[in-house]
């Protein structure tokens, strides 16, 4: 089993490029354009934080998808699994891996709980799991990373995979089961993996009950901290909580 820094646990509301109560994608000011020259270093996220915003953004990153090496052995896992899945789950929807992430050699997995409907794309949303994505968890996420440097070598993920049923506002333990049993699987992709930044009570107790007892002891760091919706970054500590979770995350793979 991986140790363990708990930096702090309590109940709070929603994750990273997840469902939150303001998870709709934010409209760009009349007249702004996209950036004209966008970055794509390897394993790097674009210069200004919600980038997708700018259909051409995700236009790109969408291209991107099908031609980034490290990206393909994720994308082929995360196929596999809707398809394995849908029988049972006929409108599950799982969005993409940002391919400008880490991908299969990623140093750090960020875990959350699950993604929100400004994901969808008939919803306006991206189609990915993105720092990027156009919404202000994504930016809060967004600001913290660039403010610890912590750039490369980084996944976003959660630990229930599939957008939730729109009643639901946290994931069910039937939820976490089975998207923890999907975790596990991704896991076994992610040969570098050598810190887990564990995101929101709910995914803590999913990870708690149905990941970390099947992991071997093999060195992981495992930290566990809040999740970075605004209506948590919005109470006192919690901010700095999350920042020094990953200014943590940041040390250990840098």
Not at 167 to 177: N, R
Not at 207 to 235: C, I, M
Request: proline share 9%.
């Amino acid at each position: 089993m991986s140790s363990h820094e708990v930096l702090m646990t309590a109940s709070i509301p929603k994750a990273c490029g997840a469902r939150t109560t303001s998870s709709e994608p934010s409209s760009p000011a009349r007249g702004s354009e996209p950036p004209t020259l966008p970055r794509y270093a390897p394993n790097m996220f674009l210069d200004q934080p919600q980038g997708f915003q700018f259909p051409e953004r995700v236009a790109e990153r969408r291209a991107m998808l099908a031609t980034e090496e490290s990206a393909q052995p994720l994308r082929a896992w995360r196929d596999a699994m809707v398809a394995r899945r849908q029988p049972k789950q006929s409108g599950i929807y799982v969005p993409d891996f940002d391919p400008a992430e880490g991908g299969a050699g990623a140093r750090a997995l960020l875990l959350f709980e699950a993604p929100g409907p400004g994901t969808v794309p008939r919803l306006g949303g991206s189609g990915f799991i993105s720092v990027d994505n156009n919404d202000q968890t994504a930016k809060n996420v967004w600001d913290v990373r660039n403010d610890v440097g912590l750039h490369e070598g980084v996944l976003s993920w959660n630990i229930v995979p599939w957008v939730l049923e729109q009643e639901k506002q946290t994931p069910t333990a039937a939820d976490l089961a089975q998207g923890a049993m999907e975790t596990r699987r991704l896991m076994q992709l992610l040969p570098n993996l050598a810190v887990v930044a564990v995101c929101g009570t709910a995914t803590q107790r999913g990870w708690k009950q149905h990941v970390a007892p099947y992991l071997e002891k093999d060195g992981r760091v495992v930290v566990s901290t809040w999740l970075p919706s605004q209506l948590a970054f919005n109470q006192p500590g919690k901010r700095e909580g999350f920042t020094e979770a990953l200014r943590r995350v940041a040390r250990l793979i840098n």
